[in-house]
């Protein structure tokens, strides 16, 4: 299947900064890309869908001064939590779309810290 | 808002056993995707199923997309401790394209005992 990526797999900050995740799709275009935040034991939650070339669009809740996405080539979608706290601590995962209809793929997921 | 259920929410099997898990959903969805994921990683595509009534198998997993087209089956035969995981159910009910959202189950915890 299709592959992936994300950088980094583990980071850890201060509160108050900010840190970018990349997720690049390795072997295909990607117009679209997702955005989820996991909790320990528990699904996936959709934050925003990153559309190339034009905003994001960001799912109810989700501040989107907070999560700053950005999608400026087809295979290059960065997310920026800004003035991370403690509370934003969590397992941040992108995918992309296959070749195929309907499938996604997932990357490697970035865990975030912050102290 | 469409909502996947899916169960078991856990399992705990002998290595050897078949397990099998399912989920429904409150709207009819057009493509189903089953997908594993391990401690610290990110999802991986299992099947995709496309067709109301398709079974279609990897291996030692078969997944069906029911015909109702509300809910999909997985299941996993002669189970072993490398099948540990938490398995999603995801769907949507969009067809032709993968740049739709997807809705996600919440997962069923496999825990094989070797």
């Known amino acids: 299947g299709a592959v992936v990526s994300q950088h980094p797999s583990r980071v850890i900050c201060k509160s108050g900064t900010s840190v970018k995740i990349e997720c690049r799709s390795l072997?295909?275009?990607?117009?679209?890309m997702f955005w989820y935040r996991q909790f320990p034991k528990q699904s996936l939650m959709l934050m925003a869908t990153?559309?190339?070339?034009?905003?994001?669009?960001?799912e109810q809740g989700v501040e989107k001064d907070k999560f700053l996405i950005n999608h400026a080539s087809l295979t290059l979608s960065t997310l920026t939590v800004t003035s991370a706290h403690p509370e934003d601590s969590s397992f941040y995962i992108c995918?992309?779309?296959?070749?195929?209809?309907?499938?996604?793929?997932f990357g490697e997921g970035s865990r975030l810290t912050v102290l | 808002g469409q909502q996947l259920n899916q169960s078991p929410q856990s399992m705990f099997i002998q290595e050897g056993e078949d397990v099998s898990m399912n989920c429904t959903s409150s709207s009819i969805f057009n493509t189903w995707l089953w997908y594993k994921q391990e401690p610290g990683e990110g999802p991986v595509l299992l099947i995709a199923?496309?067709?109301?009534?398709e079974l279609t198998s990897n291996g030692r997993l078969t997944a069906q997309f029911g015909i109702t087209r509300k809910d999909s089956f997985l299941n996993i035969s002669a189970s072993i401790p490398s099948d540990v995981g938490i398995y999603f159910c995801a769907g949507t009910p969009y067809s032709g394209g993968s740049n739709y959202k997807l809705t996600f189950g919440k997962g069923t915890l496999l825990t094989v005992n070797p």
């Open positions: 990153s559309n190339e070339g034009s905003k994001a669009t960001y």
């Open positions: 995918s992309a779309g296959g070749l195929n209809t309907g499938e996604l793929f």
């Open positions: 072997d295909f275009q990607a117009t679209t």
């Open positions: 199923l496309y067709k109301a009534g």
